[in-house]
């Protein structure tokens, strides 16, 4: 077994969690960058090393992350756009100052929400290496792709001393998740579900532990030789519309009234999601030989209301 130390970002987040759970549960060393002792003690309960520090701090932790082969970024902050790029820029230059011999892999964890969009189209998806980016929408998207493009590019500029990788998930769900389960906590709350933009936008999806089997792949040593400087969609073949998804969440609860559709097209993080964006996998399956393995979203209501509901006692 190939058992590497890794630093990941984020891991006190949804997705960064479940990261560094999985790579600790397969034996790897797995430091967890947090920014207070109540989530310290957290990462710490799940065998995860605590590393104190902010994500636009980077003094007080890159030390410790160009020490490790494997560095997972999971973090972000939608508050600070700058964040990301303060975060991006230190791994990427922590990584190509050190003397290893060995090539140190990033990956970096950003959204299908880069690209345009697509047509209307149920049979259109869109290809990673193909579809036209986003490069002035709103919000954090502009820093996302350059950031992307400097990870993209980081193994030419080191002459082979890192490695990077992105990956873009769809709409994350299972367990902790904060997507879709608004509608639930509205009816719990006595509230109608809500619809935040366009009722009939569809976006691919995927739940976590078929993305969190995602990272895993890639930092295996067989499938990384063929993924360097490349890009994935990690998706599942859903195809769900807003409407059908709160539709079907109301009525797995009970709820029969009115559905509410609000507008968020002055929200800029809200407004950079407002695009059809339906993914296709075929890449990730050819490079990567990744498959989600779980049911969709819809198909599998009653165990993810079930589980929801256990969560709020």
Not at 101 to 120: A, D, E, M, R, W
Not at 180 to 198: C, D, L, T, Y
Not at 270 to 296: D, I, N, P, W
């Amino acid at each position: 077994m190939d058992l590497r130390d890794v630093f990941i970002t984020g891991t006190t987040g949804y997705i960064g969690e479940e990261v560094a759970n999985a790579f600790r549960k397969a034996s790897h060393r797995v430091y967890g960058l947090c920014r207070n002792q109540a989530k310290a003690s957290t990462l710490a309960k799940n065998e995860i090393i605590p590393v104190h520090g902010d994500l636009g701090q980077p003094e007080a932790w890159i030390d410790i992350a160009k020490k490790c082969p494997i560095v997972i970024h999971c973090g972000s902050d939608y508050s600070n756009y700058d964040v990301d790029t303060i975060t991006t820029d230190a791994i990427l230059n922590g990584l190509m100052s050190t003397s290893s011999s060995t090539p140190s892999l990033f990956v970096y964890t950003s959204g299908i929400n880069v690209y345009k969009g697509s047509p209307h189209k149920p049979d259109h998806r869109i290809e990673e290496d193909t579809a036209e980016l986003d490069e002035d929408g709103s919000a954090f998207l502009p820093a996302r792709i350059r950031n992307e493009k400097k990870v993209l590019s980081v193994h030419e500029r080191s002459n082979g001393k890192v490695h990077g990788v992105v990956l873009r998930p769809g709409y994350v769900y299972g367990r902790k998740t904060r997507h879709f389960v608004s509608h639930w906590a509205n009816i719990h709350e006595g509230k109608a579900p809500q619809i935040r933009g366009i009722p009939d936008l569809i976006w691919s999806e995927i739940h976590i532990d078929d993305l969190v089997r995602a990272y895993l792949l890639v930092c295996t040593p067989s499938v990384r030789q063929n993924i360097v400087g490349q890009a994935f969609h990690l998706v599942d073949e859903s195809r769900y519309t807003n409407r059908s998804i709160a539709e079907t969440y109301a009525r797995i609860a009970g709820y029969e009234g009115n559905i509410e559709v609000v507008d968020v097209s002055h929200i800029p993080v809200a407004k950079a999601g407002q695009k059809y964006l339906v993914c296709s996998t075929e890449k990730a399956k050819l490079l990567m030989g990744f498959e989600c393995h779980r049911r969709l979203m819809l198909d599998d209501l009653q165990v993810l209301y079930d589980a929801w509901k256990a969560r709020l006692n």
